[in-house]
Protein backbone atom coordinates (compact mmCIF):
# COMPACT_ATOMS: atom_id res chain seq x y z
CA UNK A 1 0.00 0.00 0.00
CA UNK A 2 1.23 3.60 -0.78
CA UNK A 3 1.80 6.18 1.55
CA UNK A 4 -1.38 8.58 -0.10
CA UNK A 5 -3.43 4.94 0.68
CA UNK A 6 -2.37 4.33 4.07
CA UNK A 7 -2.95 7.89 5.60
CA UNK A 8 -5.92 7.57 3.65
CA UNK A 9 -7.05 4.61 5.84
CA UNK A 10 -5.75 6.51 8.83
CA UNK A 11 -9.08 8.33 8.12
CA UNK A 12 -11.14 4.84 7.97
CA UNK A 13 -10.83 1.89 6.64
CA UNK A 14 -11.40 2.28 2.76
CA UNK A 15 -14.10 0.31 1.30
CA UNK A 16 -15.26 0.40 -2.51
CA UNK A 17 -18.56 2.37 -2.11
CA UNK A 18 -20.29 4.33 -5.14
CA UNK A 19 -20.21 8.33 -4.43
CA UNK A 20 -23.29 9.79 -3.46
CA UNK A 21 -23.10 13.07 -3.63
CA UNK A 22 -21.05 15.10 -6.04
CA UNK A 23 -18.11 13.79 -8.07
CA UNK A 24 -14.64 13.38 -6.68
CA UNK A 25 -12.06 16.15 -7.50
CA UNK A 26 -8.36 16.04 -7.89
CA UNK A 27 -5.65 16.57 -5.50
CA UNK A 28 -4.73 20.14 -6.25
CA UNK A 29 -1.21 21.88 -7.19
CA UNK A 30 -0.89 24.92 -4.81
CA UNK A 31 1.87 27.79 -4.49
CA UNK A 32 4.65 27.63 -1.44
CA UNK A 33 3.48 32.09 -1.08
CA UNK A 34 0.05 30.55 -0.19
CA UNK A 35 0.70 27.90 2.50
CA UNK A 36 3.94 29.53 4.07
CA UNK A 37 4.84 32.80 5.63
CA UNK A 38 7.22 35.04 3.08
CA UNK A 39 10.06 34.73 5.46
CA UNK A 40 9.97 30.72 4.49
CA UNK A 41 9.89 30.72 0.91
CA UNK A 42 13.63 31.99 1.06
CA UNK A 43 16.91 32.52 2.62
CA UNK A 44 20.69 32.46 2.10
CA UNK A 45 20.76 28.90 2.89
CA UNK A 46 17.72 27.19 0.74
CA UNK A 47 14.62 27.79 -1.80
CA UNK A 48 11.33 26.28 -1.50
CA UNK A 49 10.16 24.98 -4.58
CA UNK A 50 6.84 27.16 -5.99
CA UNK A 51 4.97 24.71 -6.76
CA UNK A 52 3.64 22.44 -4.15
CA UNK A 53 1.90 19.02 -4.72
CA UNK A 54 -0.73 17.61 -2.72
CA UNK A 55 -1.69 14.11 -2.29
CA UNK A 56 -5.43 15.04 -1.17
CA UNK A 57 -4.26 15.24 2.42
CA UNK A 58 -0.87 16.70 2.97
CA UNK A 59 1.34 18.54 1.13
CA UNK A 60 4.42 17.66 -0.78
CA UNK A 61 7.35 20.48 -0.82
CA UNK A 62 10.66 20.51 -2.51
CA UNK A 63 13.46 22.38 -1.02
CA UNK A 64 16.60 23.68 -2.67
CA UNK A 65 20.02 24.26 -1.60
CA UNK A 66 23.67 24.22 -2.46
CA UNK A 67 24.03 21.80 0.29
CA UNK A 68 21.61 19.65 -1.42
CA UNK A 69 17.97 19.21 -2.19
CA UNK A 70 15.41 17.43 -0.06
CA UNK A 71 11.66 16.69 -0.12
CA UNK A 72 9.45 16.82 2.54
CA UNK A 73 6.00 15.57 3.04
CA UNK A 74 3.71 17.26 5.14
CA UNK A 75 4.21 21.73 5.75
CA UNK A 76 4.99 20.83 9.40
CA UNK A 77 8.44 18.71 7.91
CA UNK A 78 9.01 21.28 5.68
CA UNK A 79 9.49 23.65 8.53
CA UNK A 80 11.51 21.82 10.27
CA UNK A 81 14.09 20.89 7.22
CA UNK A 82 13.78 24.82 6.28
CA UNK A 83 15.32 25.26 10.06
CA UNK A 84 17.32 22.21 9.17
CA UNK A 85 19.14 24.66 6.38
CA UNK A 86 20.21 27.25 8.87
CA UNK A 87 21.73 24.72 11.35
CA UNK A 88 23.58 23.19 8.34
CA UNK A 89 24.87 26.40 7.77
CA UNK A 90 26.32 27.06 11.07
CA UNK A 91 27.72 23.37 11.19
CA UNK A 92 29.26 24.35 7.56
CA UNK A 93 30.89 27.55 9.42
CA UNK A 94 32.30 25.21 12.36
CA UNK A 95 33.80 22.75 9.53
CA UNK A 96 35.51 25.82 8.28
CA UNK A 97 36.39 27.50 11.13
CA UNK A 98 40.46 27.51 12.33
CA UNK A 99 39.90 25.54 15.59
CA UNK A 100 38.11 22.76 13.28
CA UNK A 101 40.67 22.92 10.71
CA UNK A 102 43.80 22.51 13.03
CA UNK A 103 42.17 19.80 14.81
CA UNK A 104 42.32 17.94 11.17
CA UNK A 105 45.51 18.91 10.16
CA UNK A 106 47.32 17.64 13.24
CA UNK A 107 45.49 14.25 12.66
CA UNK A 108 43.54 14.12 15.73
CA UNK A 109 40.63 12.06 13.93
CA UNK A 110 42.81 8.71 13.32
CA UNK A 111 42.07 8.61 17.09
CA UNK A 112 38.83 7.27 15.85
CA UNK A 113 40.48 5.52 13.23
CA UNK A 114 38.45 2.62 12.12
CA UNK A 115 35.03 3.47 15.08
CA UNK A 116 33.15 4.42 12.34
CA UNK A 117 33.31 0.86 10.70
CA UNK A 118 31.25 0.00 13.63
CA UNK A 119 28.62 1.56 12.05
CA UNK A 120 27.33 0.72 8.37
CA UNK A 121 26.27 4.46 8.17
CA UNK A 122 26.80 7.59 9.96
CA UNK A 123 22.60 8.14 9.26
CA UNK A 124 21.82 4.75 10.17
CA UNK A 125 23.00 5.15 13.99
CA UNK A 126 20.33 7.95 14.73
CA UNK A 127 17.49 7.55 11.98
CA UNK A 128 15.54 4.38 13.47
CA UNK A 129 12.98 4.89 10.27
CA UNK A 130 11.44 2.41 8.50
CA UNK A 131 10.96 4.70 5.59
CA UNK A 132 14.69 3.61 4.20
CA UNK A 133 16.70 6.25 6.69
CA UNK A 134 18.49 3.31 8.76
CA UNK A 135 18.22 1.80 12.16
CA UNK A 136 18.74 2.96 15.68
CA UNK A 137 22.37 3.48 17.04
CA UNK A 138 21.41 1.66 20.26
CA UNK A 139 20.61 -1.72 18.17
CA UNK A 140 24.15 -1.32 15.95
CA UNK A 141 25.77 -0.67 19.58
CA UNK A 142 23.87 -3.82 21.28
CA UNK A 143 24.70 -6.57 17.95
CA UNK A 144 28.51 -5.03 18.91
CA UNK A 145 28.51 -7.28 22.19
CA UNK A 146 27.04 -9.99 21.13
CA UNK A 147 30.65 -11.53 22.28
CA UNK A 148 33.55 -10.07 24.41
CA UNK A 149 35.52 -7.18 22.57
CA UNK A 150 39.20 -7.19 22.35
CA UNK A 151 40.71 -4.14 23.50
CA UNK A 152 40.91 -2.39 20.23
CA UNK A 153 37.18 -3.06 19.83
CA UNK A 154 36.39 -1.51 22.91
CA UNK A 155 37.98 0.88 22.39
CA UNK A 156 36.24 1.68 18.95
CA UNK A 157 32.96 1.50 20.88
CA UNK A 158 33.79 4.27 23.33
CA UNK A 159 34.94 6.31 20.03
CA UNK A 160 31.09 5.69 18.76
CA UNK A 161 29.53 6.28 22.40
CA UNK A 162 31.41 9.77 22.72
CA UNK A 163 30.79 10.63 19.28
CA UNK A 164 27.04 10.23 19.80
CA UNK A 165 26.89 12.16 22.68
CA UNK A 166 28.81 15.11 21.50
CA UNK A 167 25.92 14.75 18.03
CA UNK A 168 23.08 14.69 20.81
CA UNK A 169 24.70 17.87 22.40
CA UNK A 170 25.18 20.07 19.18
CA UNK A 171 21.46 18.81 17.71
CA UNK A 172 20.15 20.36 21.10
CA UNK A 173 22.56 23.79 21.18
CA UNK A 174 21.31 24.21 17.03
CA UNK A 175 17.74 23.35 18.03
CA UNK A 176 17.38 20.41 15.65
CA UNK A 177 16.49 16.74 16.16
CA UNK A 178 19.24 14.84 16.35
CA UNK A 179 17.28 11.72 14.90
CA UNK A 180 16.09 14.05 12.08
CA UNK A 181 15.68 11.92 8.70
CA UNK A 182 16.94 14.67 6.71
CA UNK A 183 20.57 13.06 5.48
CA UNK A 184 22.32 16.42 4.80
CA UNK A 185 21.57 17.58 8.24
CA UNK A 186 22.43 14.73 9.39
CA UNK A 187 26.17 14.27 7.06
CA UNK A 188 27.02 17.75 7.82
CA UNK A 189 26.03 16.78 12.35
CA UNK A 190 28.42 13.76 11.72
CA UNK A 191 31.26 15.81 10.35
CA UNK A 192 31.13 18.14 13.16
CA UNK A 193 30.69 15.61 15.96
CA UNK A 194 33.47 13.01 14.79
CA UNK A 195 35.75 15.63 14.58
CA UNK A 196 35.02 17.97 17.93
CA UNK A 197 35.22 14.10 19.39
CA UNK A 198 38.47 12.94 18.03
CA UNK A 199 40.05 16.58 18.44
CA UNK A 200 38.18 17.38 21.85
CA UNK A 201 36.99 20.21 20.99
CA UNK A 202 34.93 21.75 23.67
CA UNK A 203 31.32 22.40 22.75
CA UNK A 204 31.76 25.95 23.96
CA UNK A 205 34.79 26.45 22.02
CA UNK A 206 33.10 25.34 18.83
CA UNK A 207 30.06 27.56 19.04
CA UNK A 208 32.56 30.81 20.05
CA UNK A 209 34.05 29.50 16.23
CA UNK A 210 30.67 30.98 14.96
CA UNK A 211 29.25 33.66 16.49
CA UNK A 212 25.89 33.00 17.05
CA UNK A 213 25.51 29.48 16.02
CA UNK A 214 23.88 28.61 19.62
CA UNK A 215 20.55 29.06 20.04
CA UNK A 216 20.06 30.71 16.30
CA UNK A 217 18.22 27.68 14.84
CA UNK A 218 15.19 27.02 16.84
CA UNK A 219 11.88 24.65 15.95
CA UNK A 220 8.73 24.83 17.45
CA UNK A 221 6.96 22.54 14.79
CA UNK A 222 7.10 19.43 16.70
CA UNK A 223 5.11 19.52 19.60
CA UNK A 224 2.13 21.42 20.51
CA UNK A 225 2.23 24.14 23.35
CA UNK A 226 0.80 21.60 25.83
CA UNK A 227 3.22 19.01 25.16
CA UNK A 228 6.32 18.38 27.63
CA UNK A 229 9.61 19.38 26.45
CA UNK A 230 12.10 16.85 25.26
CA UNK A 231 15.73 16.58 25.87
CA UNK A 232 17.30 14.84 23.46
CA UNK A 233 20.24 14.89 24.78
CA UNK A 234 19.61 11.90 26.60
CA UNK A 235 21.11 8.43 25.11
CA UNK A 236 18.66 6.56 23.37
CA UNK A 237 18.40 3.78 25.87
CA UNK A 238 18.12 6.60 28.81
CA UNK A 239 15.42 7.90 26.72
CA UNK A 240 13.51 4.58 26.55
CA UNK A 241 13.79 4.35 30.56
CA UNK A 242 12.40 7.38 30.84
CA UNK A 243 9.24 7.03 28.11
CA UNK A 244 8.61 3.53 29.73
CA UNK A 245 8.93 5.15 33.63
CA UNK A 246 5.96 7.01 32.28
CA UNK A 247 3.78 5.01 30.36
CA UNK A 248 3.95 2.65 33.18
CA UNK A 249 1.86 4.77 35.39
CA UNK A 250 -0.88 4.90 32.45
CA UNK A 251 -3.66 1.66 31.95
CA UNK A 252 -1.30 0.18 28.77
CA UNK A 253 -0.96 -3.23 28.46
CA UNK A 254 2.84 -4.38 29.08
CA UNK A 255 2.99 -6.13 25.51
CA UNK A 256 1.97 -3.21 23.84
CA UNK A 257 3.81 -0.70 25.41
CA UNK A 258 7.08 -2.73 24.65
CA UNK A 259 5.91 -3.17 21.66
CA UNK A 260 5.99 0.35 21.27
CA UNK A 261 9.24 1.19 22.97
CA UNK A 262 11.16 -0.84 21.00
CA UNK A 263 9.53 -0.02 17.33
CA UNK A 264 11.80 0.85 14.52
CA UNK A 265 9.03 2.54 13.28
CA UNK A 266 9.65 5.81 15.47
CA UNK A 267 12.72 7.67 16.69
CA UNK A 268 13.54 7.74 20.28
CA UNK A 269 12.10 11.46 19.74
CA UNK A 270 8.91 10.67 18.01
CA UNK A 271 8.78 7.83 20.84
CA UNK A 272 9.44 11.03 23.34
CA UNK A 273 6.94 13.38 22.02
CA UNK A 274 3.81 10.36 21.85
CA UNK A 275 4.72 9.81 25.52
CA UNK A 276 4.60 13.10 26.42
CA UNK A 277 0.83 13.61 24.33
CA UNK A 278 -0.31 10.75 26.28
CA UNK A 279 0.81 11.91 29.70
CA UNK A 280 -0.73 15.55 29.27
CA UNK A 281 -3.91 13.80 28.53
CA UNK A 282 -4.12 12.69 31.69
CA UNK A 283 -7.08 10.78 32.85
CA UNK A 284 -8.62 10.17 28.95
CA UNK A 285 -9.70 6.82 28.54
CA UNK A 286 -8.18 4.91 25.87
CA UNK A 287 -5.16 5.69 25.77
CA UNK A 288 -3.84 2.08 25.00
CA UNK A 289 -6.29 2.20 22.00
CA UNK A 290 -3.99 5.62 20.94
CA UNK A 291 -0.94 3.82 21.03
CA UNK A 292 -2.01 0.48 19.59
CA UNK A 293 -3.35 3.14 16.62
CA UNK A 294 0.45 4.65 16.72
CA UNK A 295 1.70 0.76 16.17
CA UNK A 296 -0.30 0.60 13.07
CA UNK A 297 2.66 2.05 10.86
CA UNK A 298 5.18 1.12 8.10
CA UNK A 299 6.43 4.60 6.70
CA UNK A 300 8.49 7.29 8.37
CA UNK A 301 5.72 10.01 7.23
CA UNK A 302 2.89 7.94 8.55
CA UNK A 303 4.56 7.99 11.90
CA UNK A 304 5.44 11.35 11.74
CA UNK A 305 1.85 12.15 11.32
CA UNK A 306 0.63 9.82 14.25
CA UNK A 307 2.67 11.43 16.61
CA UNK A 308 1.56 14.71 15.22
CA UNK A 309 -2.23 13.80 15.96
CA UNK A 310 -1.53 12.90 19.51
CA UNK A 311 0.03 16.07 20.06
CA UNK A 312 -3.19 17.76 18.70
CA UNK A 313 -5.30 16.12 20.50
CA UNK A 314 -3.22 16.99 23.39
CA UNK A 315 -3.43 20.26 22.33
CA UNK A 316 -7.33 19.64 22.12
CA UNK A 317 -7.95 18.37 25.41
CA UNK A 318 -6.33 20.87 27.07
CA UNK A 319 -6.68 24.42 24.91
CA UNK A 320 -10.47 23.50 23.56
CA UNK A 321 -12.43 21.09 25.32
CA UNK A 322 -12.43 18.06 27.46
CA UNK A 323 -11.71 14.34 26.01
CA UNK A 324 -13.78 11.62 27.87
CA UNK A 325 -12.25 8.41 25.73
CA UNK A 326 -10.77 7.56 22.62
CA UNK A 327 -12.26 5.29 20.24
CA UNK A 328 -10.89 3.29 17.22
CA UNK A 329 -12.39 3.59 14.32
CA UNK A 330 -13.86 0.05 12.11
CA UNK A 331 -10.27 -1.81 11.59
CA UNK A 332 -8.40 0.09 14.10
CA UNK A 333 -6.90 2.35 11.33
CA UNK A 334 -8.13 5.80 12.78
CA UNK A 335 -8.04 7.37 15.91
CA UNK A 336 -11.05 9.29 17.12
CA UNK A 337 -12.15 10.78 20.03
CA UNK A 338 -15.21 11.36 21.97
CA UNK A 339 -15.27 15.30 23.75
CA UNK A 340 -17.32 15.48 27.44
CA UNK A 341 -19.70 16.78 25.49
CA UNK A 342 -20.21 13.63 23.59
CA UNK A 343 -19.00 15.20 20.26
CA UNK A 344 -17.06 12.77 18.14
CA UNK A 345 -13.63 14.75 17.07
CA UNK A 346 -11.04 13.69 14.55
CA UNK A 347 -8.16 15.66 14.99
CA UNK A 348 -5.63 15.32 12.38
CA UNK A 349 -2.67 17.46 11.23
CA UNK A 350 -3.46 17.82 7.38
CA UNK A 351 -2.60 20.08 4.83
CA UNK A 352 -5.18 20.26 2.93
CA UNK A 353 -8.29 18.01 2.43
CA UNK A 354 -9.37 17.53 -0.92
CA UNK A 355 -12.63 15.45 -1.86
CA UNK A 356 -10.76 12.52 -3.38
CA UNK A 357 -12.49 9.25 -4.26
CA UNK A 358 -10.09 7.93 -1.31
CA UNK A 359 -10.54 10.38 0.85
CA UNK A 360 -14.29 10.47 0.00
CA UNK A 361 -15.18 6.84 0.18
CA UNK A 362 -13.44 6.56 3.57
CA UNK A 363 -15.93 8.77 4.75
CA UNK A 364 -18.40 7.72 3.31
CA UNK A 365 -17.84 4.39 4.59
CA UNK A 366 -17.59 5.48 8.12
CA UNK A 367 -21.28 6.34 8.11
CA UNK A 368 -22.00 3.13 9.03
CA UNK A 369 -19.86 3.16 12.05
CA UNK A 370 -22.48 2.69 15.09
CA UNK A 371 -20.30 5.29 17.19
CA UNK A 372 -21.67 7.96 15.10
CA UNK A 373 -25.20 7.34 15.38
CA UNK A 374 -27.04 11.08 16.53
CA UNK A 375 -23.86 12.41 17.41
CA UNK A 376 -21.89 15.66 16.26
CA UNK A 377 -18.65 15.29 14.72
CA UNK A 378 -15.86 17.49 14.33
CA UNK A 379 -13.04 17.39 11.79
CA UNK A 380 -10.48 19.31 13.75
CA UNK A 381 -7.07 19.82 11.00
CA UNK A 382 -4.33 21.40 10.94
CA UNK A 383 -4.80 23.30 7.10
CA UNK A 384 -7.95 23.90 4.98
CA UNK A 385 -10.11 21.02 3.01
CA UNK A 386 -11.63 22.34 -0.78
CA UNK A 387 -14.70 24.03 -0.85
CA UNK A 388 -16.10 20.77 -2.03
CA UNK A 389 -14.86 19.03 0.39
CA UNK A 390 -16.47 21.03 3.43
CA UNK A 391 -19.16 20.76 1.11
CA UNK A 392 -19.33 17.15 0.92
CA UNK A 393 -18.52 16.56 4.57
CA UNK A 394 -21.28 19.03 5.78
CA UNK A 395 -23.58 16.89 4.10
CA UNK A 396 -22.58 14.25 6.42
CA UNK A 397 -22.86 16.08 9.14
CA UNK A 398 -19.54 17.14 9.37
CA UNK A 399 -18.41 20.21 11.13
CA UNK A 400 -15.06 21.15 9.41
CA UNK A 401 -13.09 23.66 11.85
CA UNK A 402 -9.86 24.52 9.48
CA UNK A 403 -6.47 26.22 11.14
CA UNK A 404 -6.92 23.88 14.13
CA UNK A 405 -4.92 24.15 17.24
CA UNK A 406 -1.61 25.57 17.18
CA UNK A 407 -1.79 26.07 13.63
CA UNK A 408 -2.33 29.41 12.35
CA UNK A 409 -2.93 30.90 8.54
CA UNK A 410 0.03 30.56 7.93
CA UNK A 411 3.08 28.58 8.74
CA UNK A 412 5.70 31.03 10.82
CA UNK A 413 8.79 29.79 12.83
Known sequence: MNRTALLSAGLSILLALPA???????????????????????????????????????????????????????????????????????????????????????GALKVVDGAKN?????????????????????RVGNSAFSRTPADSEDGRLKAVFGYTAVKREYAAKLGVDPYSDNPILQQHLDDVAWTAFAGGIATTVAFSAVPGAAGAVTTTTRTTSTALKADLRLAPLDLEKRNRDILSGMDINEEIRETFL?????????????????????????????????????????????????ALYADYHVRQAPLSRFVRARGGSALLAESSAGEIILAAPMDHVSWTSDIGRAFLAEQFNPIFSERK??????????????????????????????????ATP
Open 20 to 106: TAADFETAPTLQASDVLAAELLSSDNHQVEPAVTSDGLLNHYTIHSSYGDVTAVSTATAIERIHEYGAIAKLEAMKNSKVFTSAVKS
Open 118 to 138: LVTSPIKTVSGTVSGVAKMFQ
Open 262 to 310: KSEAYTPALKTYITNSLSSLGSVAGRQDALMTALLTDAHDVADYRQRQL
Open 377 to 410: KVLWITGSASPLARQELAALGWKVVENAGAAADK
